[in-house]
């Protein structure tokens, strides 16, 4: 079993509606949850991320950590043609390890 | 937008070719890292460095090296690059943080190399 379980999509959507991406895992030691944005044919950049359980809001983007379900998620509200990319959850523990664990990540195309 | 590049962005080779990946940061990180991603999967960490002269392997067996010299540049290496080489290979670095928050880590744009 992979430590971390992502939804690989494809997701398609229209313009201006709501995308929620999951994410699951099962390392309870599991600290740090980030969402990166991978661009085709570019590397990956970090767009949010959160430490333990709760939620956090950057403008259209909101994170939610549930550390009780091992469950993370990220929405994007009013999505734009812009935000089509593959988007990959990561995680790491505290300490001096830190070595990230990525999702598969979910490729998203919204559509106009 | 980080400072991080990897050359070449593109490369097609024959089997059994040595190859040099080139990968070099500016933001004086300690911790450098490369990652494999195939289409649909998740990076896969090959290697990974704390600093000057130390160099560690990652979670996935690669028949690839690296070295560490200078703190910018991180250059992973390929003796003898063989079919199952081909793959998109990604550069990362971080400030090495063991306190205090995330240790964000900041990518390059990739090399995708193709071997027939």
């Known amino acids: 079993q992979k430590e971390v379980e992502q939804d690989p999509g494809p997701l398609s959507v229209p313009e201006g509606a709501i995308v929620s991406l999951n994410c699951t895992y099962s390392?309870?030691?599991?600290?740090?949850f980030m969402w990166y944005r991978q661009y085709s044919r570019k590397g990956p950049e970090l767009l949010m991320y959160?430490?333990?359980?709760g939620n956090k809001e950057d403008g259209r983007f909101t994170a939610q950590v549930d550390k009780s379900s091992k469950y993370i998620s990220l929405f994007i509200r009013d999505s734009q043609p812009s935000d089509s990319a593959t988007y990959l959850c990561?995680?790491?523990?505290?300490?001096?390890?830190?070595?990230?664990?990525f999702g598969s990540g979910t490729q998203l195309t919204v559509l106009p | 937008e980080a400072d991080i590049y990897q050359t070449p962005r593109y490369l097609v080779i024959g089997t059994g070719k040595k190859i040099t990946l080139e990968c070099s940061q500016t933001?004086?990180?300690?911790?450098m890292y490369w990652y494999q991603q195939d289409p649909g999967m998740e990076l896969h960490l090959i290697h990974y460095?704390?600093?000057?002269?130390?160099?560690e392997k990652g979670d996935l067996s690669s028949e690839s090296t690296v070295s560490r010299i200078r703190t910018e540049h991180f250059p992973l290496t390929l003796e003898s690059a063989r079919p199952s080489h081909t793959s998109q290979y990604l550069c990362?670095?971080?400030?090495?943080?063991?306190?205090?928050?995330?240790?964000?880590?900041?990518f390059g744009p990739g090399t995708r190399l193709t071997v027939l």
């Open positions: 390392n309870s030691a599991f600290q740090y």
């Open positions: 990362a670095s971080s400030e090495g943080r063991t306190s205090g928050g995330a240790d964000t880590q900041y």
């Open positions: 933001m004086g990180h300690d911790k």
């Open positions: 959160t430490y333990s359980s």
């Open positions: 990561a995680m790491s523990e505290s300490g001096s390890a830190r070595q990230l664990t």
């Open positions: 460095s704390y600093g000057v002269n130390s160099t």
